[in-house]
């Protein structure tokens, strides 16, 4: 029983990311019905955390790769930004 409980928690991230983010909805609600705001913007944070994680596990990105990515990006908007004229001109 261990070993299936085990599997399913290391092998299922979609999953618990899947509960989590609804776990973190309905605590908002509930959060926010109770006049707690800054609960409510925490079960938030929570949830976009949750739903970033999904995505990630969905698409099959580690964070090494998220890295690359951001350089990569980074690298191409100071390309971008070295062949802007030096001065705008204004309206």
Not at 23 to 40: C, D, E, F, G, V
Not at 43 to 57: I, N, Q
Not at 59 to 76: H, Q
């Amino acid at each position: 029983m261990a070993t299936i409980t085990a599997g399913v928690v290391l092998m299922r991230w979609p999953l618990i990311s899947a509960i989590l983010m609804f776990m973190a909805s309905t605590l908002n609600i509930k959060l926010r019905q109770s006049h707690y705001p800054a609960l409510a913007i925490m079960s938030t944070m929570m949830g976009v955390g949750a739903s970033c994680w999904f995505a990630t596990s969905l698409l099959g990105l580690t964070t090494a790769e998220i890295a690359i990515s951001w350089l990569a990006i980074k690298d191409s908007v100071v390309e971008v930004i070295s062949h802007a004229p030096p001065a705008w001109p204004l309206p």
